[in-house]
């Protein structure tokens, strides 16, 4: 996989809103269930930040990515202090882990970065597969109008030696979005320029509650993610939905 090659070099010192963004979420969403948890699988797990801070409460960690960079950038990090963290490079949509799990987390639009929209389906069995009776999946999803608003702007991010362009497109045909990054990188006097592409499936509330009473979660609640977000911040409510479902504690 080609995606989240450049990106996750940089990734840590773009993103740290999400960081901060991410944690006030979970605490208040998830705090109450921590107690009951002693092992948990962070989906996507991207360069292994939520990880660390899931293992630094004391919880034994499977984290998960597709992205064989994100995946070394995550073990990296493990290897410096050793937390009980399980690197495994796997496809959200059938990735296994070796005991079930008493919650998933999937954030940061992760889930919408499968390639096909029947891949949802996929993805909640894996998850509920992966998940003790009772077990909890949490995770947040792009919704349409977050493709429509916010993708086709032009965002500029400039680090020490890097320059990121990117922007993006809805397709309402395929119901599809992409963003288009150009990453100068400099090198001595030169500037190199490099190309990567991501590309995100869009699905409706009802889509995503359907999938997943399907694969067999019991209950699903759903928070408009902009009652997180500071005043001013780029995410508008209907933008991002954060979900939390409880698999059925019978199966
Ligand atoms: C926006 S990043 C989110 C990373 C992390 N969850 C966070 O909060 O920072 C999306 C992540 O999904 C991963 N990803 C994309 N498709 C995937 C798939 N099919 N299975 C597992 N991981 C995937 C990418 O490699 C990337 O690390």
């Avoid at 399980?86 to 889930?111: G, K, N, W, Y």
């Avoid at 916010?150 to 497109?169: A, D, N, Y």
């Amino acid at each position: 996989m080609k995606t989240y090659r450049l990106w996750a070099a940089y990734y840590d010192r773009i993103f740290p809103f999400a960081r901060s963004w991410g944690a006030v979420v979970r605490e208040q969403l998830l705090d109450p269930l921590l107690p009951n948890c002693t092992t948990v699988c962070d989906l996507a797990c991207g360069t292994g930040t939520t990880a660390m801070e899931l293992a630094q409460l004391g919880l034994r960690v499977y984290a998960v990515d597709l992205s064989p960079t994100m995946c070394e950038i995550t073990r990296r990090k493990v290897r410096r202090t050793r937390p009980p963290i399980t690197v495994i490079q796997a496809d959200m949509r059938s990735f296994r882990l070796p005991e079930p799990v008493d919650l998933i987390t999937c954030e940061f639009d992760a889930i919408n970065h499968v390639p096909h929209k029947q891949d949802l389906a996929r993805v909640a069995h894996a998850a509920a597969r992966a998940l003790k009776p009772g077990g909890h999946f949490y995770f947040d999803a792009n919704n349409l109008l977050a493709f429509q608003e916010v993708w086709p702007l032009t965002w500029r991010h400039e680090l020490p030696g890097v320059v990121i362009v990117s922007h993006g497109r809805y397709d309402a045909e395929r119901e599809r979005a992409y963003n288009l990054a150009e990453f100068f990188i400099r090198h001595g006097k030169l500037w190199e320029r490099h190309l990567e592409r991501i590309e995100q499936v869009c699905w409706n509330q009802k889509e995503i509650r359907a999938a997943l009473r399907e694969a067999g979660f019991e209950s699903v609640r759903a928070h408009d993610a902009a009652r997180f977000f500071p005043p001013g911040s780029m995410i508008d409510r209907g933008h991002r939905t954060i979900y939390l479902a409880r698999k059925n504690r019978a199966a």
